[in-house]
């Protein structure tokens, strides 16, 4: 307990980020026979792969170890889900044909920026992060014409995807400023920097929250 109250708040936030994400993966195991296809693949990506991922990470930060060397495989396995998720519910045919060539192609960039980056692992590379934002931007601002040009939606409020659209938005532009950002700061202001992740910490509950309403709510009829 004293252990707790000495934390500062970007510590405190950073060590409160994986009870949102472990809470969204119970409710998707909970109500998986009850979601949609598009959130099927969500509930398996996140209970899969990224939950025991963001573990592995805290895992390693606590011990004081380096876990930069995650972040490419977190960014790529993310955005496969991510682009899955969005490819079943824009149900575009030019869409699903672009997929496997998205996917290979950020996959591959990211291999050889990794490749680059060897052996040296102490530095945030942000260029994936930047590509990753900008392609799920792309993906959610999809998401909304198609939801404004067909006009299908009673609520928008009790619509999943609006949702994990939402949050995706909020949380990926927040990212993109930190990630262009993040190793100028770092420079100017050690203290700064680790304000502008306390940030990163409270976007990526925010996100988490809105994963877990999506997860939540019935399917509309």
């Given at each position: 307990m004293h252990d707790i109250l000495q934390l500062t708040i970007p510590q405190l936030l950073m060590r409160l980020t994986p009870l949102p994400m472990l809470i969204a993966g119970i409710i998707g195991l909970v109500r998986f026979r009850q979601l949609s296809p598009s959130l099927r693949y969500l509930a398996v990506g996140l209970n899969g792969f990224l939950l025991p991922l963001n573990l592995t990470g805290l895992v390693f930060l606590f011990l004081h170890r380096n876990n930069l060397f995650l972040m490419p495989i977190y960014t790529i396995g993310e955005l496969w889900i991510l682009v899955l998720v969005y490819r079943q519910e824009l149900r575009s045919p030019a869409f699903t044909r672009l997929v496997p060539w998205l996917i290979g192609a950020f996959t591959c960039y990211a291999v050889l920026d990794t490749e680059l980056a060897r052996p040296d692992f102490t530095q945030f590379r942000p260029s994936q992060q930047i590509l990753q934002s900008f392609i799920v931007l792309i993906l959610v601002g999809l998401y909304f014409r198609k939801v404004i040009s067909e006009l299908w939606i009673v609520s928008l409020v009790k619509e999943p995807m609006f949702w994990i659209s939402a949050g995706l938005l909020i949380y990926f532009l927040g990212y993109l400023q930190i990630a262009l950002f993040s190793n100028y700061?770092?420079?100017?202001?050690?203290?700064?920097?680790?304000?502008?992740?306390?940030?990163?910490?409270?976007?990526?509950?925010?996100?988490?929250?809105?994963?877990?309403?999506?997860?939540?709510?019935?399917?509309?009829?």
């Amino acid at each position: 307990m004293h252990d707790i109250l000495q934390l500062t708040i970007p510590q405190l936030l950073m060590r409160l980020t994986p009870l949102p994400m472990l809470i969204a993966g119970i409710i998707g195991l909970v109500r998986f026979r009850q979601l949609s296809p598009s959130l099927r693949y969500l509930a398996v990506g996140l209970n899969g792969f990224l939950l025991p991922l963001n573990l592995t990470g805290l895992v390693f930060l606590f011990l004081h170890r380096n876990n930069l060397f995650l972040m490419p495989i977190y960014t790529i396995g993310e955005l496969w889900i991510l682009v899955l998720v969005y490819r079943q519910e824009l149900r575009s045919p030019a869409f699903t044909r672009l997929v496997p060539w998205l996917i290979g192609a950020f996959t591959c960039y990211a291999v050889l920026d990794t490749e680059l980056a060897r052996p040296d692992f102490t530095q945030f590379r942000p260029s994936q992060q930047i590509l990753q934002s900008f392609i799920v931007l792309i993906l959610v601002g999809l998401y909304f014409r198609k939801v404004i040009s067909e006009l299908w939606i009673v609520s928008l409020v009790k619509e999943p995807m609006f949702w994990i659209s939402a949050g995706l938005l909020i949380y990926f532009l927040g990212y993109l400023q930190i990630a262009l950002f993040s190793n100028y700061l770092l420079q100017y202001s050690r203290t700064l920097n680790m304000n502008v992740w306390a940030v990163h910490s409270l976007l990526f509950i925010v996100l988490y929250m809105c994963y877990c309403r999506a997860l939540w709510l019935p399917l509309q009829k």
